[in-house]
């Protein structure tokens, strides 16, 4: 069983900046791509980031230059930096991974963190 469980979401004004965590843990041999989505009430979850084992990163034309994800292989872990906040940005923040576990590549997500902007 993998669990990845994020953290840093709030409460930011426009403008301004949050970063986001995700750790993953479980019987993880590694974990291949690592992403980032987010879905906002009414819409359909959107890719955000993502990252592949190799630090490759692909991002969403809505965040590109503002948005950064970097991941820790050795602790499983990857982070959103989210700066420059638009009020088009809040929504509930998703990690989601592609663990290997005893040679198998399974699809995980987080439970989510919200992220709301104030203009």
């Known amino acids: 069983q993998v669990q990845l469980v994020e953290s840093g979401g709030g409460l930011v004004q426009a403008g301004g900046s949050l970063r986001l965590s995700c750790a993953a843990s479980?019987?993880?041999?590694?974990?291949?791509?690592m992403d980032w989505y987010r879905q906002a009430p009414g819409k359909q979850r959107e890719m955000v980031a993502t990252?592949?084992?190799?630090?490759?990163?692909n991002y969403a034309d809505s965040v590109k230059g503002r948005f950064t994800i970097s991941r820790d292989n050795a602790k499983n872990t990857v982070d959103l930096q989210m700066n420059s906040l638009k009020p088009e940005d809040p929504a509930v923040y998703y990690c989601?991974?592609?663990?290997?576990?005893?040679?198998?590549?399974?699809?995980?997500w987080g439970q989510g963190t919200q992220v709301t902007v104030s203009s």
């Open positions: 990252i592949t084992s190799g630090g490759s990163t």
């Open positions: 989601h991974a592609y663990p290997v576990v005893a040679g198998l590549e399974y699809s995980y």
């Open positions: 479980g019987n993880i041999v590694r974990i291949n791509a």
